[in-house]
């Protein structure tokens, strides 16, 4: 929720969000099912979930 409502507070008109998460191992989930909804405007990513055993290992993946 608190996602979603930093979301809700600003203009995403134009803008291009990349949605990142870590996890134990559930991803995304439905959560960003949502998010088109909560910022109106904005082009949105396929995004980027790392598990947390692999965190420290995804710099590289983060950065491409
Ligand atoms: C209380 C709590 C419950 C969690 N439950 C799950 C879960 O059911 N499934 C899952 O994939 N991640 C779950 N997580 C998230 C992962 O444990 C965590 O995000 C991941 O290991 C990366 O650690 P970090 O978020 O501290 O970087 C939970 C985290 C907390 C704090």
Do not use: N, Q
């Not at 991803?27 to 998010?35: A, Q």
Request: aromatic share 10%; hydrophobic share 40%; net charge negative.
């Amino acid at each position: 929720m608190l996602i979603y409502s930093f979301l809700e507070a600003y203009d995403w008109d134009g803008k291009t969000l990349v949605p990142f998460c870590t996890s134990g191992g559930s991803g995304f989930g439905r959560s960003l099912d949502k998010l088109p909804d909560s910022a109106p405007g904005a082009a949105i990513l396929e995004g980027l979930h790392v598990s947390g055993s692999r965190v420290d290992g995804a710099s590289e993946e983060v950065a491409a």
